[in-house]
């Protein structure tokens, strides 16, 4: 069973960046693709974005795409989402996952798509 960390949240101002980090343990982390979701105050977990095992595909939520970037160091066990321009409606708790698929595919915007999850990190952005 993979065991995930997440790090890196905080408080950044609108317009600014920030890179969460998810580390994995487990041998199997580099034949799992992994995901990012985020439930937000009073709102349901939603899908941010997923990549493939070997990191050759991605998939975003369409309302965050050119914002968001998700990358993975399958020798560090590893995986990443990048964030660009924040608005303050990206406040929430981000949540790496691990799926039970190496690939994506329609199913990985799903959470039950997902066999592992992390504590969750917070991200507040201000106004």
């Known amino acids: 069973q993979v065991q995930l960390v997440e790090s890196g949240g905080g408080v950044v101002q609108a317009g600014g960046s920030l890179r969460l980090s998810c580390a994995a343990s487990?041998?199997?982390?580099?034949?799992?693709?992994m995901g990012w979701f985020r439930q937000a105050p009073g709102k349901e977990r939603e899908f941010v974005g997923a990549?493939?095992?070997?990191?050759?595909?991605?998939d975003y939520a369409d309302s965050l795409k050119g914002r968001f970037a998700i990358s993975r160091d399958n020798s560090k066990n590893m995986v990443f989402l990048q964030m660009n321009s924040l608005k303050p409606e990206d406040t929430a708790v981000y949540y790496c996952?691990?799926?039970?698929?190496?690939?994506?595919?329609?199913?990985?915007?799903?959470?039950?798509?997902?066999?592992?999850w992390g504590q969750g990190t917070q991200v507040t952005v201000s106004s």
């Open positions: 990549i493939s095992f070997s990191g050759g595909s991605t």
């Open positions: 487990g041998r199997t982390f580099s034949s799992m693709a």
């Open positions: 996952a691990a799926s039970r698929s190496a690939l994506l595919d329609r199913g990985s915007v799903n959470q039950g798509a997902y066999g592992a």
